[in-house]
């Protein structure tokens, strides 16, 4: 299919680690994002991997690709309350494509 | 540098009304964006521009006109407004020379169409 497919929502609890789903369509794609949008706010980069790499670790965030099976996810070590928001994923093709949204929310 | 700025941050229209929203972005950037927020539906592109005086439809350009007529501007107009209008639009913007292509976005403009 054309859509980027995501789970539409997690919840965790704090301190533990949340991993957000997403399933892409263009193997060609150059980038691939993760984006985190927070309440009545716009969206901010939260962190991206080039497509010939597998995996990305940045302080908490740990990214993981598949390229055979075009699969993306971001795992949120110790995820705090903080990390509540909406996790968009996006494949660069001409444009950006966005998945529809998951929604993590983190309880005490 | 205020980075990517959206004016107005709320408005009610009526239906059949007129408005445009206002996009500025300072970091001399040649692509500017215009998305849509629906609930369950992600974001979804209207129109785009790849440098000033060139615009582009997205995926849903229907019921929407954009301009850019100033390099650090890009305007989305609503010349007859509808209830399915209703939404929240954000404005994006890259460069070039960004090396991720990554996108920079507005905090958005909640529209409500009566």
């Known amino acids: 299919g054309e859509d980027v497919e995501q789970s539409l929502f997690l919840s965790v609890r704090e301190g533990d680690s949340s991993v957000i789903n997403c399933t892409y369509t263009d193997s060609s794609s150059t980038y691939l994002y993760w984006y985190k949008q927070e309440p009545g706010a716009g969206l901010q980069l939260l962190t991206y991997i080039f497509s010939n790499m597998d995996m990305k670790q940045d302080q908490r965030l740990t990214v993981l690709l598949n390229k055979k099976d075009k699969h993306l996810s971001l795992r949120i070590a110790d995820t705090q309350t903080g990390d509540s928001a909406i996790y968009f994923c996006?494949?660069?093709?001409?444009?950006?494509?966005f998945g529809k949204g998951t929604m993590l929310l983190v309880s005490p | 540098n205020a980075g990517v700025t959206q004016t107005p941050k709320f408005r009610v229209l009526k239906t059949g009304q007129s408005m445009t929203l206002l996009c500025a972005q300072d970091m001399n950037h040649e692509y500017m964006y215009w998305y849509r927020q629906d609930p369950g539906m992600g974001l979804r592109l209207i129109h785009y521009?790849?440098?000033?005086?060139?615009?582009a439809k997205g995926e849903v350009p229907d019921g929407y006109n954009v301009s850019r007529l100033k390099k650090q501007n890009f305007l989305l107009g609503l010349e007859s407004a509808a209830p399915s209008q209703t939404s929240v639009y954000f404005c994006?913007?890259?460069?070039?020379?960004?090396?991720?292509?990554?996108?920079?976005f507005g905090p958005g403009t909640r529209l409500t169409v009566l």
């Open positions: 521009s790849v440098g000033e005086g060139t615009t």
């Open positions: 994006a913007s890259t460069g070039v020379t960004t090396v991720t292509d990554t996108q920079y």
């Open positions: 996006a494949e660069k093709r001409s444009t950006l494509t």
